[in-house]
């Protein structure tokens, strides 16, 4: 085993060796992948880099990827109103976690409790969500502060489908998983897919119907690998156009208030000496979920795993290690 497949073995060993999961990566030197596992409950069908796993909250790079290809087409501006109670929200406040709203809308904990180890988003329609919008007031002035918000995202796709005059789903076919060639990619969730796992018991399949923008994806690692090389290489990827443009918007730093954060769209970023790294982690009740980038030099980093994330575990912590590790050649330190 190479110094490349060490690394990702480490990675594959925090969790249990019968987990299905994929661990890969893309360097300026090379690429590996690691499969391990079955995707099935028979355990007849063994992971491949194709195999659909549930991504979560790494849904949301998507869904404010679609905000800036959108912005760059003039059909939304980043700040639009988003129609909350109290202090003005934007569609950037939205996509920043700098919104002010909670995480989740008003009356969701109630309808999750009967579901709450398997499918806690999967009993809230999708009609009551503006009207919890409409009930919830904001106390902090937008654009100052970050506040992590499932709901704030999720209503960001519901907006955007809405000014496009479809749905979530529709929308991000049509703009994004066909340019880009994310053909694994989608939010069905009866398609073929890895079981997930809730402390080693099989789970259906994730549904969250009224905050898809939020966390309804399942993707392959073959495909969020690509989606990650279209942010190092947009003139690749996006020659022209407005998609182009929203590659690179996403990953600029910017402030949406007045004394507030420097923050791309979602993505969290941190600087190293020399170069910046880009990431995103997910979890459903049964998968766990790392995407991360480094622009230069070109590294690309996912792993995905078919077991919730505790918090003890250190899958989505050593995939993170990895990343920096895989751009640490940048580093003139």
């Known amino acids: 085993m190479d110094g490349l497949g060490r690394r990702l073995a480490a990675v594959a060993d925090t969790v249990g060796p019968r987990t299905g999961l994929v661990v890969a990566a893309e360097t300026p030197g090379g690429a590996a992948a690691l499969c391990r596992g079955t995707a099935d409950r028979a355990g007849a069908t063994p992971v491949t880099d194709r195999t659909r796993f549930e991504i979560g909250s790494v849904t949301k790079t998507f869904t404010v990827l679609l905000l800036a290809e959108m912005a760059a087409r003039g059909e939304v501006a980043l700040g639009d109103p988003a129609g909350a109670r109290g202090r ?12 002010g709203l909670p995480r989740l809308p008003r009356g969701l904990l109630r309808t999750a409790l009967p579901g709450w180890f398997t499918n806690p988003y ?20 937008p654009g100052t502060r970050v ?34 060639g994310l053909g694994d990619t989608t939010t069905d969730p009866t398609l073929p897919q890895a079981t997930g796992h809730w402390r080693g018991r099989p789970l259906p399949p994730w549904q969250i119907p009224a905050l898809p923008g939020a966390g309804a994806l399942r993707s392959s690692a073959a495909d969020l690998l690509r989606f990650l090389g ?18 690179r ?69 050593e995939a993170y290690v990895l990343l920096r590790a895989l751009a640490a050649p940048a580093d003139p330190s």
């Open 88 to 99: 003005p929200i934007t569609l950037e406040h939205l996509a920043t976690h700098t919104s």
């Open 122 to 141: 999967g009993r809230y329609p999708p009609e009551r969500l503006l009207p919890a919008l409409a009930r919830t007031r904001v106390r902090r002035t």
């Open 147 to 180: 506040r992590y918000s499932n709901f704030g995202v999720g209503l960001l796709g519901r907006l955007l489908a809405e000014e496009a005059g479809t749905d979530y789903a529709a929308l991000l076919d049509a703009r994004l998983l066909g340019p880009l």
């Open 230 to 247: 279209a942010h190092t290489a947009p003139d690749a990827a996006a020659p022209n156009g407005p998609l182009h443009a929203a590659l």
């Open 249 to 317: 918007e996403v990953v600029r730093p910017r402030s949406p208030g007045p004394g507030g954060p420097e923050l791309p769209l979602a993505w969290s970023r941190r600087a190293r000496p020399g170069h910046a790294l880009y990431f995103h982690s997910g979890g459903t009740r049964g998968t766990s979920t790392f995407v991360g980038f480094c622009p230069a030099p070109r590294v690309h980093v996912v792993a995905l795993a078919a077991t919730a994330p505790t918090l003890r575990g250190r899958f989505i912590q």
